[in-house]
Nanobody
Framework: QVQLVESGGGLVQAGGSLRLSCAAS????????MGWFRQAPGKERAFVAA????????NYADSVKGRFTISRDNAKNTVYLQMNSLKPEDTAVYYC???????????????????WGQGTQVTVSS
């Protein structure tokens, strides 16, 4: 029923920038908090950033604070992840996800999300 489609991934040199987009279907997008996760080779899926349904509050993993910015445009049913000062260790498949219930607060746990996109590959070369 609900579909999330990520885009904007690619190959970039260290120090460069990328902006990921996640387009969501559904008429209640604005009532759900959203999150970004990533999964690097040989590692489990890890939290990157989350944003409240209104966009008024955000949360970030320590590893990306000061470099990444999550935002959303509820009129376009889209959430973004602006990634600056990219490092090789940022290389991963990036996923967007929707919280399990409307108006839920942000969470960093994968179990707190019920719909996931297919993912978009981000590769940072040194």
């Amino acid at each position: 029923q609900v579909q999330l489609v990520e885009s904007g991934g690619g190959l970039v040199q260290a120090g460069g920038s990328l902006r990921l987009s996640c387009a969501a279907s559904g008429r209640t997008f604005s009532t759900y908090a959203m999150g970004w996760f990533r999964q690097a080779p040989g590692k489990e899926r890890a939290f990157v950033a989350a944003i409240a349904c209104s966009g008024s509050s955000t949360n970030y993993a320590d590893s990306v604070k000061g470099r990444f910015t999550i935002s959303r445009d509820n009129a376009k049913n889209t959430v973004y992840l602006q990634m600056n000062s990219l490092k090789p260790e940022d290389t991963a498949v990036y996923y967007c996800a929707r919280r399990t219930a409307i108006f839920n607060r942000m969470t960093s746990g994968v179990s707190g999300y019920d719909y996931w996109g297919q993912g978009t590959q981000v590769t940072v070369s040194s």
